[in-house]
């Protein structure tokens, strides 16, 4: 029973691309969570996502930033234009419903913008 | 005022002694709580879920006080394996929030 998967573990960027991470839930979890860690800060909520809708997205930038969980495949977060200070781990974590239950995370993706 | 807030340490303690964290929330609507270690920039690991009558798990015990809003962590017996940061959770409907986390150095 494979746990939360993230991909890349890392990721490169230059100023100005785009970045996407992926995150897949684990099984039979249809709630995801995204969060940011920058070097030697704790962990910053950015979106709660159930299957095909965003339930509560006021953790991320209003520009540049946005994330989706669809039907069928992985959710995921995708930044454009990214700038030196979009560089840190993003971690993804899923939960079986919204509430009461614990949530797992992946092993994040750290990302680099150079 | 954060809505979770923890004092982020360090706690330095020798091997074998007992630590205790404490960490309070904000908004009194929170349903669940959670405590999570993280290593290292890890991601994080559950550790344990706090009920409201209070539970243990080997050397570790969590308990919840609803009407003073706090939560806490006891670990005994520390070993040098339990340092680590120590995250706070709170789940009122909807999203995780965490503190800050509480850094734990064991010393031999």
């Known amino acids: 029973n494979a746990g939360v998967m993230q991909n890349p573990r890392h990721l490169v960027r230059r100023r100005g691309q785009e970045a996407r991470l992926r995150c897949s839930p684990m099984k039979g979890h249809s709630h995801v969570y995204w969060y940011r860690q920058l070097p030697e800060e704790g962990l910053k909520f950015m979106v709660y996502l159930q299957k095909e809708n965003i339930i509560d997205e006021s953790g991320m930038p209003k520009e540049r930033f946005s994330a989706e969980f669809p039907k069928e495949g992985p959710s995921i977060l995708r930044i454009q234009q990214v700038v030196r200070g979009d560089s840190a781990a993003y971690f993804c974590?899923?939960?079986?419903?919204?509430?009461?239950?614990?949530?797992?995370f992946g092993q994040g993706t750290r990302l680099t913008v150079v | 005022r954060k809505e979770v807030e923890q004092d982020p340490g360090p706690f330095n303690v020798p091997e074998g002694a007992t630590v205790a964290f404490n960490c309070t929330y904000s908004?009194?609507?929170?349903?669940?709580f959670f405590w999570y270690r993280q290593d290292c920039r890890k991601e994080p690991k559950l550790l344990m879920s706090v009920y409201s009558s209070g539970n243990e798990d080997g050397r570790f015990t969590a308990q919840l006080n609803r009407a003073s809003q706090y939560i806490s962590l006891l670990i005994r017996d520390s070993k040098l394996s339990d340092s680590a940061t120590y995250l706070c959770v709170v789940h009122p409907r909807g999203k995780l929030i965490f503190g800050q986390g509480t850094t734990l150095q064991v010393k031999p």
């Open positions: 908004n009194s609507a929170s349903q669940s």
């Open positions: 974590a899923s939960s079986q419903t919204g509430q009461n239950t614990e949530a797992f």
